[in-house]
Each structure stands twice: as structure tokens, then as C-alpha cells.
């Protein structure tokens, strides 16, 4: 299939190109011209902002693809500069789990439902929640819905991670500095970002229509991953209301997401275990060595 990847060239937008090429798609990559990934395989690009609907026509007009994957939609206005000027039989947004209004165990995707939400054209914003739920209702306005995916994942983790969320309790645990973690018992869901990546990739030979989660089996207390560290590196913890803001902080409750759905198209999310003790080791390793 002819397959528009926006955003792909960065986090798991790399092992999510590599599957595609892998199955033997024809894919080509949207970016601002800033980067070029070796790739397992030979893709095309195009360059343009896609914030500039003016420049996403000049370097898209007339092309249609088979699908379109767009990792970097984060308001409704980037969607419609997007899809106002490209033809596609399907689209696929990454989304996030940030649309759900409440937090709680096991969250299905029904308890968002995108064409219900009252759409507002907007730019970005730093209400990030509000910005991603209009970006989905925007595709509704040029996909039918039955053309569309938006793919909901909780915050994905790996050795690529530019973030740095998890390596900030490595570094203050290894450097001995105060942090703030308002809550040690909150139990949060994770997805490594090889599986982020794959999953989106499959789902354009096994299309599932409407919202999907994706994450990894099981959850973990920032008390357990506080804890892991601190055996590691021999050190403990120093915790303090004037500490540094900790990057998981602020949920209010046990946070996880169903994946029935997604399982039931063949896809299976490994356990979190399997995979996220080998990345404290992994990015220990490149703390201290």
C-alpha cells in the first residue's frame, strides 16, 4: 500500500517505518526537512510545514495515498491543513489516553467518543487533553468514520525516550536530590516504545475502526520503580514537598487501559514486567557508566 507517514522520523516513528517497509509498503515521509533516519529500507519524502496549509498543498496536492499515519496532529487545525489538501482512503492519528475525563483501572475506549465532542477549531494549546480530543473530532469532519483510527496510548517509554521522564528518578536517586512524587501508591500503565511503534504500523493491514488503546499488560507503583532504583544504585531516595517536581505526577488514581479491542484484531501487548526493569537497568547503564 501507498502510505503518508507524518511525523516518522524520531521515538517510536522509527520502529514503526521498519515494520511497514518490513510488509512492504510504499512508504513515503512528511517532515520539515530537519532530519533523515537510515531506515531498514528505502523511503520517499516530501517536505513541508504542516502547521501551513499553504505548504502542505504545495507538496502534497493531487497525491493520494492508501493510507495516511499522522503521529504529530495535536490540534484540530493541524488536522484540517492535512486533510484539506491530501486524498486518502484511510487515516490513522496517534492520539493519547489524555482525551479520557476521568481517570480509573481499566478504561475503554467508549468512555471517550469522538464524534460527540463538540468541536472547536484551535491551534495548539497547553491544555493538552482539550487540544488532542478536538484533533480527533476534526477528522470527522473529511474521514468517515469507518475510515478512520485514533490510536490511544498512555505514556510510552524506551531507550529512546528524549524526554528523559524515567531517568529523571535514576539521575535524583544517583545524585542524591530531592524530589517530589505526590503520590508513591499511584499505579500508572506504560507501553515501550518498540510496541507503540509496531502497533500502529499493524494496524494498516488489520484496520480496526474508531478509537483504540494500546498498552502493556499490567501496572506498576512509582513506589516499585523508586524502590528498584534505590537497590540498584545502593542509594535511597530523598523525598520532600520542596524537591523537584517528579514527571509522573498528578494522577488520582490507579491508571490503566482495556486492549480488549485491540487483542481481538490479533494484537497482543506484552506484560510491562517483561520490559521495564530491563530499561531502568538499560538507562542505569548510561548514567554511571
Not at 545524585?175 to 515501550?192: S, Y
Request: proline share 2%; glycine share 6%.
Amino acid at each position: 500500500m501507498k502510505i503518508l507517514v507524518v511525523g516518522g522520523t524520531r521515538y517510536f516513528g522509527i520502529p514503526m517505518v521498519n515494520a511497514l517497509l518490513t510488509k512492504g509498503h510504499d512508504v513515503t515521509i512528511a517532515t520539515r526537512g530537519n532530519a533523515k533516519v537510515d531506515f531498514e529500507g528505502e523511503v520517499n519524502y516530501v517536505t513541508l510545514d504542516r502547521m501551513d496549509s499553504s505548504s502542505v498543498k504545495r507538496a502534497l496536492e493531487n497525491q493520494k495515498f492508501d493510507v495516511i499515519i499522522d503521529k504529530i496532529a495535536y490540534s484540530s487545525n493541524d488536522v484540517k491543513t492535512l486533510l484539506e489538501n491530501v486524498i486518502c482512503e484511510r487515516y490513522i492519528q496517534m492520539s493519547t489516553c489524555s482525551v479520557y475525563l476521568n481517570e480509573h483501572a481499566n478504561i475503554c475506549e467508549d468512555e471517550f467518543v469522538t464524534s460527540d465532542y463538540p468541536l472547536v477549531w484551535m491551534d495548539r494549546i497547553k491544555d493538552y487533553a482539550t487540544t488532542k480530543r478536538n484533533a480527533e473530532r476534526a477528522v470527522l469532519e473529511y474521514m468517515a468514520p469507518s475510515a478512520c483510527t485514533f490510536v490511544r496510548y498512555p505514556i510510552v517509554l524506551g531507550e529512546n525516550d528524549y524526554t528523559r521522564r524515567l531517568c529523571f528518578y535514576i539521575e535524583h536517586i544517583n545524585n542524591e536530590q530531592a524530589m517530589f512524587v505526590d503520590d508513591l501508591d499511584e499505579a500508572m500503565a506504560f507501553i515501550h516504545e518498540k510496541d507503540a511503534g509496531e502497533f500502529i504500523a499493524y494496524l494498516v493491514d488489520h484496520p480496526i475502526n474508531g478509537a483504540v488503546n494500546g498498552c502493556s499488560s499490567g501496572t506498576v507503583k512509582i513506589s516499585e520503580i523508586i524502590s528498584y532504583i534505590e537497590k540498584k544504585l545502593g542509594k535511597k531516595a530523598i523525598l520532600s514537598e520542596n524537591g523537584d517536581a517528579a514527571p509522573f505526577n498528578g494522577r488520582k488514581d490507579t491508571l490503566s487501559f482495556n486492549t480488549e479491542k485491540a487483542e481481538k484484531a490479533g494484537f497482543v501487548f506484552p506484560d510491562l514486567n517483561s520490559w521495564l526493569y530491563k530499561l531502568i537497568d538499560y538507562e542505569i547503564g548510561q548514567i554511571i557508566k
